[in-house]
């Protein structure tokens, strides 16, 4: 069964991993480093995965240098930190 945004984005790091992106492009390597050095420890293949699918629901993009967020991913972002 194919997973929704909405409860996708309630998992755990999802959120957390989005607000990083909120104002700049994240490589890979510094996404490891803000979550490792200012919220805990997260396993690398459940980042990848996650960040595969923020690519697959079109939250966020793919760019040279790292991940960024895409219009959409703007867009839920400014809504949900409007709560």
Same mark, same amino acid.
């Given at each position: ?5 909405? =409860? ?5 790091? +999802?959120?957390?991993? =989005? /607000? $990083? ?13 803000? &979550?490792? $050095?200012? +919220?805990?420890?997260? /396993?690398? #293949? ?12 079109? &939250? &966020?993009?793919? #760019?040279?240098?790292?991940? #960024? ?9 400014? /809504?949900?930190?409007?709560?």
């Amino acid at each position: 069964m194919e997973e929704n945004l909405i =409860l996708f984005l309630g998992k755990a790091w +999802n959120y957390k991993i =989005l /607000n $990083y992106m909120f104002n700049s492009e994240l490589s890979y390597f510094k996404f490891v480093y803000f &979550i490792r $050095y200012f +919220n805990g420890e997260i /396993n690398h #293949t459940l980042l990848s995965n996650n960040l595969k699918k923020m690519v697959e629901f079109k &939250i &966020i993009e793919k #760019t040279g240098l790292g991940y #960024t967020l895409s219009l959409k991913g703007l867009e839920l972002m400014a /809504n949900i930190n409007s709560f």
